[in-house]
């Protein structure tokens, strides 16, 4: 029980600590006591890095991917993008991938073999969130 | 390239990171999240329209092209310094949850690993959204901070255990807008060895096990999972609940067989079960007949999932007239008006569990959370460690002693 403190004295460490911060340390052996502390941001194993895709000199004639997920406003959001596209580059052409599942990935199963038909067609893709 | 509101811009960019491209190019936008006004909409590509086409055709950096690897190796040690000196280095680092930490100094958490007979390093698991890797060293560390004991360590880690079952659905519920907090149900005899509270005032503050074990997971949340708030956690209003949510059933004063074991466990076994509310309602019924009782938290509104807690005297009513746990679940599903957004269909067995718990009193209460993302309840049996009765001797006897006036 030694080094677990009870919540009287839990209380008692707010007040010294908010003291401290604020630049009143109270005297005394417990505000002195020098601790050497461990770190709890965990480590992580190293993930192999990789570059975008090499980006196209013009969307002029290009085949543009509009990837909207789940949520409401991801499609409209595409919609209207598709639409500035046009507008702006008429001889793109533009394909919709909605992804209908909550938080999906699809590039796993059971989709992975359509996300990945439709990807691979697509001269630059533009992911909508909906947030 | 990647279109999102102006506030998750830091939030994609991690999530890219995590998938290991750094470079992913993320544009902001004002438009509403989850907006369904047109011109809220037309007015927001608008105004992203150039830079979208610029992130599309504009030639990649260098670091874009061939990003470095970013080997991060932490140090064990992460400070010298005084109390005071130790809460502010953490509150700065941001790995605190607002409240003074106590220092996880090699001493203590060595005193909080006696609470496992695992290794130090062993991996519990891998922390989304991070991949942080949850040895029971950081478990450790992260229960010290929260002021948990040793006792506390074997839920932690069933906790740890349960958060990475894909059933959770941790991924979404960790780091929505939807602000969910993980509730923690035990069951089995631990609660009583460690001095759960499952009775009066059981989710309000003064009870060590129920406050310390909920901060804990906070934290560990945070510092292994990685999921910092409104950076990678992007609760919209956040939650009081996320500072600890946990609670025990009242099994002593339940007439029924307790959630553990309708989840398939022995009774002398010792469980968490995990889910993820953000809502919390309390009402008392018209009648405390049983059918007042039932049609009261069938109007409620549990949807899928839900947490549906009945008092004791409430439940000693339903089984004094007859009415077994399987009785009262299926009178909500017949009278429940509530339906999933996400699913057809009326309310279903496994969408929500009734747990008996809380003191004396009149009041019932529904902790909702979602359904319809092929999540479900996930319960782990918690494993104690050899010297688990020198602990409870140890630690179980610290209790508040109120004086009387």
Redesign the interface.
């Known amino acids: 029980?030694r080094?677990?403190?009870?919540?009287s004295a839990?209380t008692g460490?707010?007040v010294?600590?908010?003291?401290?911060?604020s630049g009143c340390?109270p005297s005394g052996d417990?505000?002195?006591?020098?601790?050497?502390?461990?770190?709890?941001?965990?480590?992580?194993?190293?993930?192999?890095?990789?570059?975008?895709s090499?980006?196209?000199?013009?969307?002029e004639g290009k085949k543009?991917g509009l990837f909207a997920n789940f949520?409401?406003?991801a499609v409209?959001?595409a919609r209207?993008?598709e639409k500035?596209?046009k507008e702006?580059f008429p001889d793109s052409e533009i394909s919709l991938y909605h992804s209908t599942a909550?938080?999906v990935d699809e590039s796993v199963e059971p989709d992975a073999a359509k996300f990945e038909a439709w990807a691979k067609e697509l001269d630059?893709?533009?992911?909508?969130?909906?947030? | 390239m990647l279109l999102a509101n102006n506030g998750f811009v830091n939030d994609a960019r991690s999530a890219a990171s995590g998938k290991g491209m750094p470079g992913v190019r993320v544009i902001g936008t004002p438009i509403a999240c989850e907006s369904t006004v047109a011109e809220d909409i037309r007015a927001g590509i608008d105004g992203a329209l150039d830079e979208i086409i610029a992130a599309l055709i504009d030639p990649l950096t260098e670091e874009e092209e061939s990003p470095e690897k970013f080997v991060e190796t932490p140090s064990r040690i992460a400070f010298k310094g005084t109390l005071g000196e130790v809460n502010e280095f953490y509150y700065r680092k941001g790995w605190g949850d607002g409240l003074p930490i106590l220092p996880p100094s090699e001493e203590a958490v060595a005193e909080m690993l006696t609470g496992t007979d695992l290794p130090a390093d062993h991996v519990v698991a891998k922390l989304i959204p991070r991949m942080g890797k949850a040895t029971v060293e950081k478990i450790a560390v992260n229960a010290v901070m929260a002021g948990a004991l040793p006792t506390h360590m074997p839920l932690l880690i069933a906790v740890v255990d349960a958060l990475s079952d894909p059933k959770t659905r941790f991924d979404t519920f960790e780091v929505s807008t939807g602000s969910w907090a993980p509730l923690v149900v035990v069951n089995g005899p631990v609660r009583n060895d460690i001095r759960i509270n499952c009775s009066s005032g059981m989710m309000s503050p003064g009870d060590i096990a129920n406050a310390a074990i909920g901060r804990a997971v906070g934290l560990i949340v945070k510092n292994i999972g990685g999921a910092r708030k409104g950076i990678e956690d992007m609760g919209t209003l956040g939650d009081a609940m996320k500072y600890s949510l946990v609670i025990g059933e009242n099994e002593e004063n339940s007439p029924w067989e307790p959630l553990h074991v309708d989840f398939g466990y022995g009774k002398e076994d010792s469980t968490v079960t995990v889910m993820f509310p953000n809502r919390y309602t309390q009402t008392i019924p018209a009648q405390t007949t049983p059918e007042g009782i039932a049609s009261t938290l069938a109007g409620m509104g549990p949807g899928a999932l839900s947490c549906m807690i009945v008092i004791p005297d409430h439940a000693r009513i339903f089984s004094q007239e007859g009415w077994s746990k399987k009785q009262v679940k299926e009178f909500i599903m017949e009278n429940s008006g509530r339906r999933d957004s996400r699913r057809a269909g009326r309310l279903q067995d496994e969408d929500f569990m009734l747990v008996v718990a809380g003191g004396p009193g009149v009041w019932m209460g529904l902790l909702g959370s979602a359904g319809g993302f092929g999540n479900s309840f996930v319960t782990r049996k918690i494993e104690l460690p050899q010297s688990w009765d020198v602990l409870k001797k140890k630690y179980g006897t610290m209790v508040p002693d109120y004086v009387r006036y």
Do not use: H, Q
């Open positions: 029980m080094r677990f403190f009870p919540v839990v460490i707010a010294m600590a908010i003291f401290s911060w340390s417990a505000a002195e006591t020098r601790y050497e502390v461990l770190s709890p941001w965990a480590e992580v194993d190293p993930i192999p890095l990789r570059g975008i090499a980006r196209v000199d013009t969307l543009i949520k409401r406003a409209p959001i209207e993008v500035k596209l702006r909550p938080n630059a893709v533009i992911a909508m969130v909906g947030d």
